[in-house]
């Protein structure tokens, strides 16, 4: 059974930083795609930052410069260093993967999902 288990969210205040992990178990995403996405309160779920099965990396563009991601595939596990962190990052975020090896943007492209962690950024 795959399971993504999220973890690193928390309160910070502005200008702050955070870093998310995402532990994947079941079988090995080495060679698939993996991303992060987020959804605040009354609002759709967007897409964050993605990183396929070579180190390459899409950004939205709302953090590219402030957030990296990053991936350990000895661990299966995927990370989001969030940087200089300002009240609208606040939301849920959830980590996923592929079955494919790109860096996805589409919510659809993706096959499993964690449950989500809360990060609320404070002014």
């Known amino acids: 059974q795959v399971q993504l288990v999220e973890s690193g969210g928390g309160l910070v205040q502005a200008g702050g930083s955070l870093r998310l992990s995402c532990a994947a178990s079941g079988r090995s995403f080495r060679g698939n795609g993996m991303g992060w996405f987020r959804q605040a309160p009354g609002k759709e779920r967007e897409f964050v930052a993605a990183?396929?099965?070579?180190?390459?990396?899409n950004y939205a563009d709302s953090v590219k410069g402030r957030f990296t991601i990053s991936r350990d595939n000895a661990k299966n596990t995927v990370y989001l260093q969030m940087n200089s962190l300002k009240p609208e990052d606040t939301a849920v975020y959830s980590c996923a993967a592929s079955s494919t090896y790109g860096s996805a943007i589409r919510a659809n492209e993706y096959d499993y999902w964690g449950q989500g962690t809360q990060v609320t950024v404070s002014s």
């Open positions: 990183i396929n099965w070579s180190g390459g990396t």
